[in-house]
């Protein structure tokens, strides 16, 4: 099976790379990475209440979906979306268990809400004003290739275009010693049917275990410090407009390979 999309707008933040506009001339290799911290911005299209009680995940995810889109060009709230995250919300999961811990083990609805996996793609409609429909996938080490492929069967069977958001921060302590993630990472893609002003990417699934890629610098630990980070060869691609053929893992076994078509 192979799966053909194109891709009409971009997102992206993590250290170093503050949005697309500055980290593409770094990915494709013109200017050196220089990590810096990153705090995830507040998402300004929600009602300040909203705001207050989004998490960094989510605000990542806003971020990023926000910047694809107007890059795009196309209308927020008319377009499905795909948001894939391993983590979710962590801070809030912590904050849940410890409550759970008290003599009365009381939990604030609040923060149920704001806990369940589908908690970026129900701020996205909040703040876009959209009712379309959005799937919300998990993936552990695979989760950008989980949900990039899950995004592109459905700009494939549907005809039209799709949001696909992927974002993971580093989980507090005492969950950061069973699933380590060190840097937070959030990208997102407008994918839609034919070529693209970025570019297209053909999609396979594949058996066996992905290679590790080439990366330059300091762009190597970012890429095994947060698993949504694995977009980085593909990113890297897009920035250089220049044609590669990739394999990003997915699960144990098994790859998907991309070839990007500038």
Do not use: C, K
């Amino acid at each position: 099976m192979t799966l053909s999309v194109g891709i009409a707008g971009i997102g992206l933040l993590a250290p170093g790379l503050a949005g697309w506009a500055q980290a593409a001339p770094v990915l494709a290799g013109r200017v050196p990475h220089e990590s810096a911290p990153l705090t995830p911005p507040a998402p300004t299209l929600l009602p300040a209440t909203e705001r207050r009680r989004t998490g960094p995940s989510v605000r990542l995810a806003l971020a990023v979906a926000i910047e694809a889109v107007q890059d795009s060009g196309l209308v927020p709230e008319e377009l499905d979306t795909v948001f894939a995250s391993s983590n979710g919300e962590g801070q809030v999961i912590t904050s849940i268990l410890e409550a759970l811990h008290t003599p009365d083990g009381a939990i604030s609805p609040t923060q149920f809400h704001n806990s369940v996996h589908n908690a970026a793609a129900g701020y996205w409609g909040i703040a876009v004003g959209s009712s379309r429909p959005s799937v919300s996938l998990g993936g552990h080490d695979g989760v950008f290739a989980t949900g990039l492929l899950h995004a592109a069967a459905q700009v494939v069977a549907g005809g039209q275009a799709v949001l696909f958001v992927a974002h993971d921060v580093p989980l507090p302590p005492p969950l950061d010693a069973l699933r380590v993630t060190t840097e937070p990472f959030a990208m997102a893609l407008v994918l839609v049917p034919g070529p693209g002003r970025h570019g297209s990417l053909r999609l396979a699934p594949q058996p066996g275990a992905a290679a590790l890629p080439d990366l330059p610098g300091s762009l190597v630990a970012l890429h095994v410090a947060n698993p949504v980070a694995r977009a980085l060869p593909v990113l890297a691609a897009l920035a250089g407009g220049r044609a590669a053929a990739l394999d990003v893992p997915m699960l144990e076994d098994a790859r998907l390979h991309l070839d990007v078509v500038p």
